[in-house]
């Protein structure tokens, strides 16, 4: 069956860490996979896109990575900051953008 | 500038009553509009997407339903709410797909709705 994970529901680092998510999936062929925030009561809102092509994405202290041969993608912010504390959200396309499938998401809680 | 409304923003409804949700979007052409429930400390569950006009795709089957009356408006409906229905209703449009391209979607503000 096809199946999408995140690593953990809730993750606490110490302020000026790196954090470390992790994106699973089974079953699934994405074009892309895309990383989403999501504070609480309020929508997602887009980080970034990495195609299934490319191996990494920057985009100032966030850095994805996605390995199709092991069906995961790893999310990292560097030098977090209590202000990143907020569910991150991976998702895959599996319909030629039309149609999107969504991690149940890990909530990060950053330690000042 | 694309922005993106959904209305109202919390709502309690009986079960039984009807439901209506709508979500418009400003600034854009032709986009795909979709309607996800969130269930609390859930991950995000894809109900309907629209790729045009009177076009609806329903991921899942139950009883609420969805309709595109104009390019840039998308309504979710219900004839009788169920306790199961209530959740976090979120809408969200992207950009239409061109070839080799790929678009992240632009969330609204999501309705929060209770049914008792």
């Known amino acids: 069956s096809q199946k999408i994970e995140q690593n953990s529901e809730a993750l606490n680092i110490q302020e000026g860490k790196t954090a470390t998510l992790t994106c699973n999936y089974t079953?699934?062929?994405?074009?892309?996979l895309q990383w989403y925030r999501q504070d609480p009561g309020r929508g997602p809102v887009f980080l970034l896109l990495?195609?299934?092509?490319?191996k990494e994405k920057r985009k100032e202290r966030l850095k994805v990575t996605f390995d199709t041969t092991l069906k995961q993608s790893l999310f990292h912010i560097t030098a977090s900051q209590p202000a990143d504390s907020a569910t991150y959200l991976c998702?895959?396309?599996?319909?030629?953008?039309?149609?999107?499938?969504f991690g149940p998401g890990t909530r990060l809680s950053v330690l000042p | 500038s694309q922005t993106i409304h959904q209305w109202p923003a919390t709502l309690v409804q009986p079960v039984g009553s009807p439901l209506s949700l709508e979500c418009t979007v400003e600034?854009?052409?032709?986009?795909?509009l979709y309607w996800y429930r969130q269930a609390a400390g859930r991950g995000l569950q894809l109900l309907f997407y629209?790729?045009?006009?009177?076009?609806i795709s329903s991921e899942v089957p139950q009883n609420l339903s969805a309709s595109r009356p104009q390019d840039r408006q998308f309504i979710l409906s219900s004839k009788k709410l169920l306790l199961s229905d209530s959740g976090f209703y979120l809408c969200?449009?992207?950009?239409?797909?061109?070839?080799?391209?790929?678009?992240?979607?632009?969330f609204g503000p999501g309705t929060r709705l209770t049914v008792l």
């Open positions: 969200a449009w992207s950009a239409t797909r061109l070839a080799g391209d790929y678009n992240e979607q632009f």
């Open positions: 079953n699934y062929s994405p074009a892309y």
């Open positions: 990495i195609r299934e092509n490319e």
């Open positions: 998702a895959l396309d599996v319909y030629y953008g039309q149609n999107f499938v």
């Open positions: 600034g854009t052409s032709n986009p795909n």
């Open positions: 629209s790729v045009g006009i009177g076009q």
